[in-house]
């Protein structure tokens, strides 16, 4: 398995498989990797001739008080990984290989970003998606692999290769959890052993939610108190959302009449973790 650091490398060996008309599968990443991401690398590695992890913390996607400086950072792990799941490459530029000192253009896909993590984080799916484009565009990917733990963001880069015709089949992978219901996150390792007890409540709260979908209840607002009281039980937690939105649109229902997303954000002390779980009618 190859690490390379820089475009010219990049689109050197991707010229190579394309003549040998080889598949492409693309997981973009921004490593210190989990189950989670292996997932998504497993499957790629099953439908694709080459995969290509990238790894790269992408700045433009952090907010100004966001933990772009602490966000851990283990390369030799992340290619032990990638390495053992059978990815052929990884691509882990760094940020000004990314983006030259003019850099200027970005992309921005409305409306849904308007709600969930885009209102929290203002300018982050911004970020997200040019990012994306730009591998989009270095690799050529036949498919590309992102997990449902990430929705809305799964939502928004389905969108974006609609709107802007990129070649390439999005394909969306299952959220990986812990023995204990926990979702995997690279974020998991801020938390304290007693903050990872705490985070325990986002499955919770959602599994009393997915009882209650399955007994017949159709009123979002009354859904929405169920897993805001059950978060509020743990002291540890403060809310930062509780949302339930049309799967399709990300606009928010009252009445649960077609599928929807069941999204959360919450801190843990100042660890902020995100989980959902689509409900199908
Ligand atoms: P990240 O490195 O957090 O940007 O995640 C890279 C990709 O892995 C994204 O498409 C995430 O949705 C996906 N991912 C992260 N955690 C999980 C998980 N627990 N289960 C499935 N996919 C995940």
Known sequence: MKIVNNIKDLKSCIKLWKDSNCSIGLVPTMGYLHEGHKSLIDRACRENDKVVVSVFVNPTQFGANEDLDKYPRDIKRDSKLCEESGASLIFAPSPDEMYSKNFSTYINVENLTDGLCG???????????????????????????????????????????????????????????????????????????????????????LGKAKKLLKSGLKDSNDLKSVITNSLRDEPLAKIDYVEIVDSISLKPVKKIENNVLIAIAVFIGKTRLIDNFTWNI
């Not at 070649?167 to 299952?174: Q, Y």
């Not at 938390?191 to 986002?202: G, V, W, Y």
């Open 119 to 205: 209102s929290r984080r203002p300018g982050h799916f911004r970020g997200v998606c040019t990012v994306v484009s730009k591998l989009f565009n270095l690799i050529t990917p036949n498919k590309a692999y992102f997990g449902e733990k990430d929705a809305q963001q799964l939502a928004v880069i389905k969108h974006m290769v609609e709107d802007l015709n990129f070649d390439v089949t999005i394909v969306g992978c299952p959220i990986i959890r812990e023995y204990n219901g926990l979702a995997k996150s690279s974020r998991n390792t801020y938390l304290s052993k007693e903050e990872k007890k705490a985070a325990l409540i986002l499955n919770c709260s």
